[in-house]
């Protein structure tokens, strides 16, 4: 029940405030009976659990899901830069080692990017040969 701007968790049982429940019905003015917290914990466990239906879902629905990206960026593009900067600057480690990994590995996405070709037309001796290059080049910058 909701009193005073208060309401109790069905799940944690903690009485908390009402800015912590998510909405059920907005325009009839009905929140959740769990906390966001609660709700979020069992989303996950649900993630866990069911790793093949969520992998499906995501691949029957990526072009809506892209889309749905696509319009979010566009119209959060303030908030979404400034998380990006804030993110960068709080773990630079982190977003190093991911950067150095993608390039270390030479996944042949990377390998075409830098050919300017589609992944499609890239030959397995053709990725050869650019791994090979990305790997003297970048021997030769660490001994410079």
């Given at each position: 029940?909701?009193?005073?701007?208060?309401?109790?968790?069905?799940?944690?049982?903690?009485?908390?405030?009402?800015?912590?429940?998510?909405?059920?019905?907005?325009?009839?003015?009905r929140?959740?009976?769990?906390?966001?917290?609660?709700?979020?914990?069992?989303?996950?466990?649900?993630?866990?659990?069911?790793?093949?239906i969520?992998?499906?879902?995501?691949?029957?629905?990526?072009?809506?899901?892209?889309?749905?990206?696509?319009?979010?960026?566009?119209?959060?593009?303030?908030?979404?830069?400034?998380?990006?900067?804030?993110?960068?600057?709080?773990?630079?480690?982190?977003?190093?080692?991911?950067?150095?990994?993608?390039?270390t590995?030479?996944?042949?996405?990377?390998?075409?990017?830098?050919?300017?070709?589609?992944?499609?037309?890239?030959?397995?001796?053709?990725?050869?040969?650019?791994?090979?290059?990305?790997?003297?080049?970048?021997?030769?910058k660490?001994?410079?």
């Open positions: 029940m909701d009193t005073n701007g208060l309401r109790t968790c069905t799940k944690c049982g903690e009485t908390k405030e009402l800015t912590e429940f998510s909405w059920r019905n907005k325009s009839k003015g929140l959740k009976e769990q906390c966001k917290t609660c709700c979020s914990a069992a989303q996950r466990g649900y993630a866990a659990a069911n790793p093949n969520l992998k499906e879902y995501r691949a029957r629905n990526a072009d809506r899901l892209a889309e749905w990206r696509k319009q979010y960026h566009e119209k959060n593009r303030e908030h979404s830069l400034e998380y990006s900067r804030t993110y960068h600057a709080k773990n630079k480690d982190k977003v190093k080692a991911r950067q150095t990994a993608y390039v590995d030479q996944n042949p996405g990377y390998c075409a990017k830098l050919l300017g070709i589609p992944l499609a037309y890239l030959s397995q001796e053709l990725y050869e040969a650019k791994r090979l290059q990305i790997l003297i080049h970048r021997h030769i660490e001994a410079a």
